[in-house]
């Protein structure tokens, strides 16, 4: 058992799965507004619970995940193909799509709270065992994943580890899915079909549905820590607070 367990943190393990099945199948809805119940329901989904539940220790899970610090990204990118570019333009345009979310490159590894690992499938089990999780023997699934770290104050940690030689639009749903995972909405649902936070969509960019959702998370209004029970009475609140700022009516 790792020190990070034994202090009663949570590792909540969230993976990209991908398959030519679902490639070739995909979700391709779209629409210009959004109901509210419709972007309530997709936030309660996403920001409560963990895709895999396992890993959900201490009842974390149940609870608002969200940095209250500023986020400062590294980014170790290690396959062929440098992809850091991609990678630190999607970082440094997160703060103009979320204004509530402070986030910026850091100046070393050792400063940053969110370490981006770029690599080669080759090397995807390896760095996500060794690096990440330093387990040996834990099951690696798909081909991105992302571990957060939090307690009831905030989010102390993420790593998030991407897969760059599958393909341009493998990669980039990669890329934005896991990182945004990373700033708190960790669970997946089939049903949000408007959310790149769905298995069997094919969305390989930030939607406006999952601007509203990471928007309300990062609403001044809502607080690491707090249950559904007591979101639910500043849903409306934390909505408006996003269309807002988002300009999404």
């Not at 034994?6 to 993976?15: M, P, T």
């Not at 050792?110 to 981006?116: C, E, G, L, P």
């Not at 081909?143 to 957060?148: A, D, G, K, M, S």
């Not at 959702?213 to 707090?226: A, D, E, F, T």
Request: hydrophobic share 40%; charged share 25%.
């Amino acid at each position: 058992m790792d020190q990070i367990r034994f202090l009663a943190l949570i590792g909540l393990l969230v993976a990209g799965l991908f398959c030519a099945g679902l490639v070739a199948m995909p979700i391709q809805a779209h629409a210009s507004r959004y109901d509210d119940k419709e972007v309530e329901q997709g936030f309660y989904k996403t920001v409560f619970g963990a895709e895999i539940k396992a890993l959900s220790w201490g009842g974390q899970s149940k609870r608002v995940k969200k940095y209250v610090t500023p986020v400062k990204v590294w980014i170790d990118n290690r396959a062929q193909r440098n992809r850091l570019n991609t990678v630190r333009n999607f970082v440094t345009s997160l703060p103009t799509s979320i204004p509530g979310l402070q986030v910026r490159m850091a100046n070393n590894r050792k400063d940053a709270n969110f370490h981006i690992y770029v690599v080669d499938s080759s090397d995807y089990v390896r760095t996500v065992q060794d690096e990440v999780y330093n387990d040996r023997s834990m099951d690696v699934p798909g081909q991105c994943i992302v571990r957060v770290l939090s307690r009831r104050s905030g989010i102390l940690r993420s790593d998030a580890v991407i897969v760059s030689d599958q393909g341009r639009s493998v990669f980039h749903r990669c890329m934005v899915e896991e990182i945004l995972q990373g700033l708190g909405p960790v669970n997946d649902d089939n049903s949000l079909v408007h959310s790149v936070f769905n298995d069997e969509s094919s969305f390989d960019y930030f939607t406006q549905y999952d601007r509203l959702i990471l928007n309300m998370l990062y609403s001044p209004h809502l607080r690491p820590g707090m249950t559904l029970k007591q979101v639910k009475p500043l849903t409306p609140d934390l909505l408006q607070y996003a269309r807002k700022v988002t300009g999404l009516r």
